[in-house]
């Protein structure tokens, strides 16, 4: 099957190495692709839950996969967030053409995007680290619990429904610090002039145009690949999202086995970072 032509793909917050991650859903999206640029905009490999327990195949399939694209000569810039923030020691770090940043401006088409991961603005990270942990364990916990409850009810004919996602929705703290993050970035964005600003943390997919007294921002996040499953792609000159629970009839075409793609082997650049993590934990 002919592969899309991309642009620019954006994903983030992954949480490769924990239960909730789709890694199988994953890697069938990027199978079903073609670009030159992909860009890792934080939380792909989650450090702080990392277990040497807990690695699929398929997980270690999605790294496989990109360090193949690595190869080919495709552009990887892997952007920092706070669950793999360890990788921040290693910012500057440039292999070909992958490259690791804690953020990154870059010119398309004439306008300027400002692409960061998000935990910058997020004060429960500033100021209370072991707290933000330990939300993600019982977050991760939840995940594991719903697909649990998912399976019985799918037993029934029921459809699938993601507990968290509900319990974030309709809690207003939430929403305001959802509301908050969004303001918080679009007003710095829009201060220095650009044209867009691209995040990800906070699990929630989104395209919109945002206005202050000062002008305005094309506000862009590129959700998750836990409870939403969406990628920011950009082709025809602007930004889509894509939402891969809309597209299965077109991904599932691509399986799990080898097609045929070099891919570097365990001494090379992402199984070196997997042993690094390894010896820190």
């Known amino acids: 099957m002919k592969k899309r032509q991309v642009d620019i793909v954006v ?11 789709h890694a199988k859903e994953l890697l069938r999206y990027l199978k079903s692709i073609k670009t030159d640029k992909l860009i890792l905009n ?6 702080w839950q990392f277990s040497k327990r807990y690695w699929p195949e398929s997980h270690m399939k999605v790294i496989k996969l990109i360090t193949s694209w690595i ?6 810039k892997y952007i920092t967030g706070n669950h793999d923030e360890m990788l ?3 910012v500057g770090f440039e292999l070909g053409t992958f490259s690791i940043l804690n953020k990154d401006l870059i010119e398309i088409d004439g306008k300027k995007a400002w692409i960061f991961h998000g935990d910058v603005f997020d004060v429960t990270m500033q100021h209370s680290k072991s707290i933000a942990k330990l939300g993600a364990v019982g977050y991760d916990f939840l995940i594991l619990l719903n697909s649990a409850i998912n399976y019985l009810t799918s037993k029934f004919g029921h459809g699938p429904f993601s507990m968290s996602k509900k319990i974030k929705n309709s809690v207003k703290s939430a929403i305001k610090f959802i509301n908050n993050f969004e303001k918080i970035v679009a007003d710095i964005a829009i201060e220095n002039k650009y044209d867009y600003v691209v995040c990800g943390h906070i699990h929630q997919p989104e395209i919109k145009k945002i206005y202050t007294d000062l002008g305005s921002v094309t506000y862009l996040n590129s959700g998750d690949w836990v409870e939403n499953l969406t990628a920011l792609e950009y082709y025809d000159n602007q930004w889509h999202l894509y939402h891969y629970k809309d597209q299965t009839s077109v991904v599932n075409d691509y399986d799990f086995q080898d097609d045929g793609e070099r891919v570097l082997e365990t001494k090379d650049l992402f199984q070196n970072l997997i042993r690094e993590i390894q010896s820190e934990i």
């Open 71 to 76: 190869a080919k000569g495709v552009e990887v």
């Open 88 to 90: 921040r020691k290693f």
């Open 42 to 47: 934080g939380d792909i490999i989650d450090i």
């Open 11 to 21: 994903i983030s917050d992954v949480h490769l190495g924990t239960y909730g991650c």
